[in-house]
T-cell receptor, first 113, second 115 residues
Framework: DAKTTQPTSMDCAEGRAANLPCNHS???????VYWYRQIHSQGPQYIIH???NNETNEMASLIITEDRKSSTLILPHATLRDTAVYYC??????????????FGKGTLLTVNP | GAVVSQHPSRVICKSGTSVKIECRSL??????MFWYRQFPKQSLMLMAT?????????EQGVEKDKFLINHASLTLSTLTVTSAHPEDSSFYIC???????????FGPGTRLLVL
């Protein structure tokens, strides 16, 4: 897997956008960027993934820089329930379905009222 | 995304006993499932990759004779912790591989406490 670097923690006000950065400067051309989150005492929840283009779904948006060396996960309107550890993962190979996901320490996002 | 269940959600057992944890893919057939464990204040660590109808592939340092994995059907994989000891107390989580969605979906986890 490409090494990913994320801030240890971030704070966000409820209702505001949460922008979570991830650096993956050693990512190779066929490695996707995946984002998961883990709310305390629960299994990880898939959020979004992308290769080159920006992606958006009902949960979040993923912005990938043109050189693919970094990305940002955007939660447009953070709620208290979005408080969780967010993991950015770039598994070796094309896609993270049959490939090992290596979880780092992630970013603890705390959404404050 | 795929719906994954685990049973039990939590279990307490005595040292030396064996514990079986089930992981079910409820809405699609999964040829590949993964088992992870997570110790307190640490991140998830992959234990093994489970393939339907074949032997599991274990990560380095994971004892295959202690953590028995059976993936007998496309919707069920089981992890048996044999002769459990207090150091096996952990949060065990499975995931299923969805090749169409190109991603993995995780179960809710099973918290094991060995006394």
């Amino acid at each position: 897997d490409a090494k990913t670097t994320q801030p240890t923690s971030m704070d966000c006000a409820e209702g505001r956008a949460a922008n979570l950065p991830c650096n993956h400067s050693t990512i190779s051309g066929n490695e996707y960027v995946y984002w998961y989150r883990q709310i305390h005492s629960q299994g990880p929840q898939y959020i979004i993934h992308g290769l080159k283009n920006n992606e958006t779904n009902e949960m979040a948006s993923l912005i990938i820089t043109e050189d693919r060396k970094s990305s940002t996960l955007i939660l447009p309107h953070a709620t208290l329930r979005d408080t969780a550890v967010y993991y950015c993962i770039a598994p070796l190979g094309s896609g993270g379905s049959n490939y090992k996901l290596t979880f780092g320490k992630g970013t603890l996002l705390t959404v404050n009222p | 995304g795929a719906v994954v269940s685990q049973h039990p959600s939590r279990v307490i057992c005595k040292s030396g006993t064996s514990v079986k944890i089930e992981c079910r893919s409820l809405d699609f057939q999964a040829t590949t499932m993964f088992w992870y464990r997570q110790f307190p204040k640490q991140s998830l660590m992959l234990m093994a990759t489970s393939n339907e109808g074949s032997k599991a592939t274990y990560e380095q340092g994971v004892e295959k004779d202690k953590f028995l994995i059976n993936h007998a059907s496309l919707t069920l994989s089981t992890l048996t912790v044999t002769s459990a000891h207090p150091e096996d107390s952990s949060f065990y989580i499975c995931s299923v591989s969805d090749t169409i969605q190109e991603t993995q979906y995780f179960g809710p986890g099973t918290r094991l406490l060995v006394l």
